[in-house]
């Protein structure tokens, strides 16, 4: 396992708990269609409600709309993504976050180079050697290589030690001011880079995460 202990209580709080209900809810494949249970949207809508309810997003919030952005509602009609068999978001209410991507949405044959920060939570890791912590703090950047659905991931990197509303704030940020693009943050006095790539060339979030540190 890629840890020994969670902490339960942890993992109760209500952005940790309504992400890991998200985590099930989606077409690992492409090419094949989503089907949508009302629960599912549901489950969805309240992910989002507890992230915007957190001093993270709000701080993000008026950040965006210091600099013109839009507001960041989940009671836009289309702030929750309608999936496609690529699972894009719908573009009318901006910025969106594809959850798609949450369980590996890009899964196909043989090595699968697409998966984001977030698949270990649903993922084995199936190489023991991973770089050593970078800092001496908390968010940190871990690099590592993991197995998820019988697909290998030879290297791959995620944040650990941040919360699900602190990534979601981190990457907005940073697929709003450098799409397609590295975006140098300061985490901790530490820098970081994060990656983000647009879905078809349009301000649709098709992955963000953090690169490996060198």
């Known amino acids: 396992r890629l840890f020994s202990y969670v902490s339960p209580a942890l993992l109760a709080r209500p952005t940790f708990s309504r992400l890991l209900a998200l985590l099930d809810n989606f ?102 050697a991973m770089s050593p912590p970078q800092w001496t703090g908390f968010p940190d950047v871990l690099s590592l290589q ?19 509303e602190f990534d979601l704030a981190l990457f907005t940020l940073c697929f709003l001011a450098r799409p397609d693009r590295q975006c140098r943050v300061s985490l901790g006095g530490e820098a970081a880079t994060i990656q983000t790539y647009t879905w078809d060339k349009q301000r649709l979030v098709a992955s963000a995460y953090p690169l490996t540190p060198q």
């Not at 978001?89 to 697409?114: D, E, K, M, Y």
């Not at 290998?152 to 944040?159: F, Y």
């Open 27 to 128: 077409e690992p494949r492409t090419g094949r269609d989503e089907t949508e249970t009302a629960e599912e949207r549901r489950e969805q809508e309240e992910f989002l409600d507890a992230v915007l309810d957190t001093p993270v997003l709000q701080l993000l919030e008026r950040f965006i709309l210091s600099k013109g952005g839009a507001a960041l509602s989940p009671r836009c009609p289309h702030a929750v993504p309608t999936l496609s068999p690529r699972c894009s978001p719908c573009p009318q209410c901006l910025p969106t976050v594809a959850p798609a991507r949450c369980p590996c949405a890009a899964a196909g044959t043989g090595t699968h180079p697409g998966c984001p920060a977030v698949c270990p939570l649903r993922g084995t890791p199936c190489d023991p």
């Open 146 to 164: 993991f197995r998820w659905d019988g697909h290998s991931k030879p290297r791959g990197s995620l944040l650990v030690g941040s919360s699900p």
